[in-house]
């Protein structure tokens, strides 16, 4: 099963990718956690891509493609997969129907879930993600058990430097002009399915699972 999370920043693709990998026992890959990774360990890829991400703008693509068709390659992805933030732009998704279509193989569900503007720069500030293990929690919908740590692996919670709300108006802005597009290309593809991201998780989760039956 090979699927492709859309939809806003915050607007949930991330928490909902790791609740679809652990029902079928696939990867969830994240290039935002691929960045935001090497931004920790300090390497000259996380170097670069902090300088677009603190931003709220896209990391070139010359970047972003390479990473993800190594990870996609790897031994763990042959049975499928979750993407969650790639592809973000035409030119991203049109390299990846390339290098699938040259396997023999193709995308299942391209999964849109939908979250208004307003809402998601409230989620923003209630975000905390894990330094770690790269989970991710809500001060009030999504608390950890204990106050500012992880529940999986015990290491510390942070705010994300981009969700400071002026980054968070750029991104959504860069959202609609470069992302959005990709929900026409995967209509046209006959593999888009629409969720409503607003519901509370365990509901979005549960359309989820519908769709993928
Ligand atoms: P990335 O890490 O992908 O960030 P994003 O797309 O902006 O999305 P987020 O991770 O912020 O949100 P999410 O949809 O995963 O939501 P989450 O589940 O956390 O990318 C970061 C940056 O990296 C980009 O800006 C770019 O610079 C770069 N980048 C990454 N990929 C790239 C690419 N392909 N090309 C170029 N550049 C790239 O949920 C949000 C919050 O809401 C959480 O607190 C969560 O607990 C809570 N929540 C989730 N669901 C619900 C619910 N149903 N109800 C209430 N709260 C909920
Ligand atoms: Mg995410």
Known sequence: ????????????????????????????????DIFRANIKNGTELGMEAKKYMDQGLLVPDELTVKILLDRVAKEDCKDGYVLDGFPRNIPQAQVLDKALEEQNEKLDFAIDVEVPDEDIIRRMSGRRACAGCGATYHVEHIPPKKEGICD????????????????????????????QPLIDFYEAKGILKTVDGTMDMKEVSAAIAAILQ
């Open 1 to 32: 099963m090979k699927i492709i999370m859309l939809g806003a920043p915050g607007a949930g693709k991330g928490t909902q990718a790791k609740v679809i990998a652990e029902k079928f026992g696939i990867p969830s890959i994240s290039t935002g």
């Open 152 to 179: 999986t692996c015990g290491q510390e919670l942070v705010l994300r430097d981009d969700d400071k709300p002026e980054t968070v108006k750029n991104r959504l802005d860069v959202y609609h002009k470069q992302t």
